[in-house]
């Protein structure tokens, strides 16, 4: 209860909570004041748009532990669908897309009650999808398009277009956020992925006035959610070294395997060639060679 009395103080949305499954873009617009300066950023010709007309509908990754950074929400007659191209950019981001808008829509209809089989013509809002794009602009396009991306531009049956959002001069939310995750690049090239480089960044971004009020009253939320993304990063790498590990020691066992069939080296000889494999793996190896088919 004292905490629901501070959101309300403090303007934000009572009870939010954050997952594991959730990223500082979520948490930050799942704020419904923040959505409200994100959706009056992208249309500010509409003045009569209030907290209460917006509707969260983005797709909750129940399936999956992966963190994707993609929110969705229903604004009158409007679909919009917003998703973050991280600094590798990938065209593959669109498909990305065309998975999302298909299941915004499946959902969308079962939670209106609409059933597209029947021969009533259901009524559906009108998609917008943006692609917010956190690292470097280097020649990146305004628009995107499954077309011209994956099919040399030719007429298709289906069409994906996208608006790209990269850094401006601006001092809307949308573009606090990218010089958000600037700064956060930074710090980490400077500090490793620390509790150091979160901190680095939080004090940084509060002195420069960027995400000032959400990064204040969210601070420990968001310390805690890069400490999962580090965590992540971490058991990623450690998969791929394993992966690769294991990749090098089955080279390393079709040579020990040529070389005992060859009849030329000691098994001594062969693991100091071969160092990943111990004597007692070649021995192993050996006897399943020399074994009588």
Not at 86 to 99: D, E
Not at 107 to 136: A, C
């Amino acid at each position: 209860m004292q905490d629901e009395k501070q959101n309300k103080r403090g303007g934000m949305s009572p009870m939010v909570k954050w997952t594991a499954k959730d990223s500082v873009f979520i948490d930050l617009f799942r704020i419904k004041k923040n959505l409200l300066k994100l959706y009056q950023t992208l249309h500010p010709e509409d003045t009569e748009v209030t907290e209460d007309s917006l509707k969260d509908v983005t797709i909750k990754n129940i399936l999956t532990d992966n963190l994707y950074n993609d929110l969705g929400f229903i604004v009158g007659n409007r679909l919009l669908i917003l998703v973050e191209a991280q600094s590798t950019w990938t065209m593959n981001i669109l498909v990305r897309v065309l998975l999302y808008l298909a299941q915004s829509y499946h959902e969308y209809f079962l939670s209106t009650g609409q059933n597209y089989y029947k021969s009533k013509k259901v009524e559906m809002p009108k998609p917008e999808i943006y692609v917010i794009f956190t690292g470097e602009r280097v020649h990146k396009p305004e628009t995107i398009s499954l077309s011209k991306e994956f099919f040399a531009g030719e007429e298709i049956d289906l069409e994906i277009k996208a608006k790209v959002i990269y850094e401006s001069d601006s001092d809307d939310i949308i573009n606090q956020y990218i010089i958000f995750c600037k700064v956060f690049n930074e710090q980490t090239r400077q500090h490793g992925m620390t509790s150091e480089a979160v901190e680095e960044t939080i004090r940084i971004c509060r002195d420069r006035d960027i995400l000032r009020e959400y990064l204040s009253e969210r601070k420990k939320e968001v310390l805690t959610i890069m400490k999962f993304l580090f965590d992540q990063e971490e058991v990623m790498e450690m998969y791929v070294r394993d992966e690769r590990n294991e990749a090098a020691r089955e080279r390393d066992r079709e040579t020990a395997a040529w070389l005992i069939k060859m009849g030329k080296l000691s098994l001594e000889e062969i693991s100091i060639g071969l160092p990943s494999l111990s004597i007692d793996e070649l021995k192993k190896l050996e006897a399943e060679i020399m074994q009588p088919v």
